[in-house]
């Protein structure tokens, strides 16, 4: 059975403070991993990496996939008050094309 | 704003009731997707339609059903409701039959008193 475990479950830093979010898995058969930011609502795309080892950089986000220890990291240097958000590690399934999900970070960021 | 809408935005009945979420996905997309997030489960991944057929089942009770119409909306029937089932809604959508990335709708939050 596919797991996803995400850590730390909830943080809260100062503004300009650097955060490392971890997601590790055992997850079979899947196509990339994904990475969203939840606000309220509606979870937004953010990250799409398929290889190991490949850093894709957004500003000031910035996330690794490491398919040999089995993990993803996505940092996020210099946090904003914007940046508070659940943070989503996500798995699209070669199989049976469903997404599975992480429990999520929950990452509060004050001023 | 995704382009995906669903309504309602918050729904409140009883026990043994029935509902009907509505979603209406980004114009184009042929891919719906139907998830159910709660507190102590996380998203979950209930359905999946590609242009009016089902493409993928999660873990969908039988008391729910959905369809996708041919003008691409969908719609999930929650029925004999339980306490369980408050939970937030969401309906996602995507261009292909695979869900690199999907765009989510705001949701539906569902109460069941």
């Not at chain 1, 898995?25 to 969203?36: D, I, M």
């Not at chain 2, 209930?46 to 993928?56: F, M, P, V």
């Not at chain 2, 909306?73 to 690199?100: I, K, P, Q, W």
Request: hydrophobic fraction near 35%; charge should be neutral; include cysteine.
């Amino acid at each position: 059975e596919d797991k996803v475990v995400q850590s730390p479950l909830s943080l809260v830093v100062h503004e300009g403070d650097t955060v490392t979010l971890n997601c590790s898995y055992e997850v079979t058969n899947f196509r990339s991993l994904l990475w969203y930011k939840q606000e309220k609502k509606a979870p937004t795309f953010l990250f799409m990496l398929t290889s190991s080892g490949i850093e894709k950089k957004s500003g000031r986000l910035s996330s690794i996939l490491d398919k040999k220890e089995l993990f993803s990291i996505l940092n996020i240097t210099a946090t904003q008050t914007g940046d508070s958000a659940v943070y989503l590690c996500a798995f699209p399934k070669t199989s049976y094309d469903k997404v599975i999900f992480g429990p999520g970070t929950s990452l509060s960021v004050i001023p | 704003d995704s382009g995906v809408t669903q309504t309602p935005k918050h729904l409140i009945t009883a026990t043994g009731q029935r509902v009907t979420l509505r979603c209406s996905p980004r114009s184009g997309d042929l891919s719906v997707y139907w998830y159910q997030q709660s507190l102590d489960q996380g998203l979950q991944f209930l359905i999946q339609y590609y242009n009016g057929e089902e493409r993928a089942k999660g873990n969908i009770l039988e008391r729910f059903s959905a369809q996708q119409f041919p003008d691409l909306h969908s719609e999930l029937n929650l029925s004999s409701l339980e306490l369980g089932d408050s939970a937030l809604y969401f309906c996602a959508s995507s261009g292909t039959v695979t869900s690199e990335k999907l765009f989510f709708g705001s949701g539906t939050q569902l109460s069941v008193l």
